[in-house]
């Protein structure tokens, strides 16, 4: 008996790990970090969840998540301390002349 291969990620279990997660995530986002083996760790402390493949989907969506906001932040930062910079300069030029 031949058995086709099953599909990567059908549309619900995208949904409902992003569910899963924001829900963890909403009450537990302190313990979480950017390492994906520490973040399973703490998802077996935190969640019973019995299968390894869900498990390591959440874990990999939350970690992947906190990235993402990490690198917003940097981004946020950056644009900030152009805006600053771009403005002192100008500054200095009009109180020099």
Do not use: C, H, W
């Amino acid at each position: 008996m031949y058995r086709y291969k099953k599909p990567l990620l059908p549309i619900e279990d995208v949904n409902r790990i992003k569910r899963i997660s924001t829900e963890v995530l909403a009450i537990y986002k302190e313990k979480f970090g950017t390492d994906f083996a520490q973040n399973k760790k703490v998802l077996d402390q935190i969640a019973i969840v019995r299968s390894k493949g869900l498990k390591n989907e959440i874990a990999g969506y939350i970690t992947t998540y906190i990235k993402r906001e990490i690198e917003e932040q940097k981004e946020k930062e950056a644009q900030r301390m152009e805006a600053t910079e771009s403005a002192e300069p100008e500054g200095l030029e009009e109180i020099l002349n």
